[in-house]
């Protein structure tokens, strides 16, 4: 059995700006825009979907493959990712490249502002995938390079393996046809509420449409109200969000959710199971700064899960 995680990796900028970005911005000259932000503090950390996703999987006992492309600068990534038992062998590593660099501003309302630089990710995965196994094996296909994103589904498909298809900050970067292809066969589509208004918008088809396409469902996160999970020819399952004691930085909780959700997989559960796994993953997340700066063991994880939802797995 493997876990196949493709997507970005980066180091983050994480800045919090004390005030609210609204009281800065004056709508009516919203078309010539020029704002600054006094910030009060800043740190760097580990990133990239792909990444914050292996991160949390680790925690949770599961060691993925995490396909993605980085730069001359990863080896402290790199070192990180060998002490949790991950291995490098999908990672494409240039070294006329900085890694992907992400600069997250938060205000005081949890209103987000980021600004991406690619760098490393614009050329594409060279990975192959050699030892595929269609009956075992999972894989999510997250924001990366366009043209991973066009070629792993069909790649997936053609080998048989489930995939969870999250195209996210990519969704308006790939055509409609691409967003279709990579729809259509996918085991589940997953977004926030406002990714999945968008990818129907952009597609032209409505939230039955996708989820016929899909093999299993789709799963809209949607921040503190929770998650909602849909599948065919049932009632949409509202799933809670697990209390925090204090929401510290909400930076990576929607990467730590899908951790949580492969881990249900796994364990063969119902997909709203899956779903409130993912949402105590995201907890831990939010209650600490950065994407991987949670930590816990299996015992306390599943201890909180059975106080939030009172049950276990």
Do not use: W
């Not at 949390?56 to 002490?83: H, I, N, P």
């Not at 030892?131 to 366009?146: K, R, T, Y």
């Not at 993912?278 to 306390?300: K, M, P, R, V």
């Amino acid at each position: 059995m493997a876990i196949y995680i493709t997507g970005s990796l980066a180091y983050d900028r994480i800045m919090n700006f004390p005030g609210v970005f609204t009281d800065s911005i004056l709508p009516e000259h919203i078309h010539e825009l020029n704002v600054s932000f006094f910030i009060d503090s800043l740190i760097e950390q580990l990133g990239g979907n792909a990444g914050n996703i292996a991160h949390t999987l680790a925690l949770l006992g599961e060691k993925s493959c995490v396909v993605a492309t980085a730069g001359k600068d990863f080896a402290r990534y790199a070192s990180v990712f060998e002490q949790r038992g991950l291995g490098l062998d999908g990672i494409l590593r240039l070294e006329d490249e900085l890694t992907a660099s992400a600069y997250i501003m938060t205000d005081r309302n949890n209103n987000q502002i980021t600004g991406f630089h690619a760098a490393a990710m614009m050329t594409p995965s060279t990975y192959d995938f050699p030892d595929l196994d269609p009956e075992a094996d999972i894989a999510l296909i997250g924001p990366s390079n366009p043209d991973d994103m066009r070629r792993h589904p069909q790649l997936f498909k053609e080998r048989g393996v489930r995939y969870i298809y999250d195209p996210a900050q990519q969704i308006p970067i790939l055509s409609k046809e691409d967003l279709i292809a990579g729809i259509e066969g996918a085991y589940i589509l997953v977004g926030n509420d406002y990714e999945i208004r968008m990818i129907m918008n952009n597609t032209g088809l409505d939230k039955e449409a996708l989820l016929a396409m899909t093999g299993r469902g789709i799963v809209t996160t949607i921040g503190e109200q929770g998650s909602l999970v849909s599948e065919k020819d049932a009632e949409d399952v509202a799933i809670a969000a697990v209390p925090v004691s204090m929401v510290v930085d909400p930076t990576g909780a929607g990467d730590a959710y899908r951790a949580g959700l492969i881990k249900g997989l796994l364990l063969k559960q119902p997909l709203a199971e899956c779903a409130r796994l993912g949402s105590t993953c995201a907890a831990f997340c939010i209650e600490q700064n950065g994407t991987q700066g949670h930590d816990f063991s299996l015992e306390a994880f599943f201890q909180r899960h059975a106080a939030a939802f009172g049950e276990s797995v």
